[in-house]
């Protein structure tokens, strides 16, 4: 698409009307946010992503891909605090003993 060809400021775009057609669809969302961060224009990002954690309540990949807007925009107290919950929410994945 176009973000793949190296045009991002297009991908914006594209996924701008995308995001109009669904202003609830967190994937979309997120994409707009990843491209956003990618042209360092982290304001929007910022807003935009905020949006995405009220959607989803509460997935710990939302609160941490928020949070690394966050760290890039300098706001590391507040990344750190999303990281802690975004913990605090991932199950907890354990390995099974080896067969005998």
């Known amino acids: 698409m176009a973000r793949g060809d190296g045009r991002p400021e297009r991908a914006v775009q594209l996924l701008e009307k995308a995001a109009i057609g669904s202003p609830d669809d967190a994937a ?7 491209t956003l961060k990618s042209l360092d224009r982290l304001d ?16 710990p990949g939302a609160l941490s891909n928020l949070a690394t807007t ?8 507040e990344a750190v605090a999303l990281l802690e919950r975004a913990a605090g929410l991932a199950p907890v994945v354990t390995k099974p ?3 005998a």
Not at 28 to 34: C, E, I, R
């Open 97 to 99: 003993p080896p067969q």
């Open 70 to 77: 966050y760290m890039r925009a300098g706001r590391v107290d």
């Open 44 to 59: 929007e990002a910022t807003e935009n992503h905020e949006w995405v954690v009220t959607l989803t309540d509460e997935i």
């Open 28 to 34: 979309v969302l997120t994409d707009l946010d990843n």
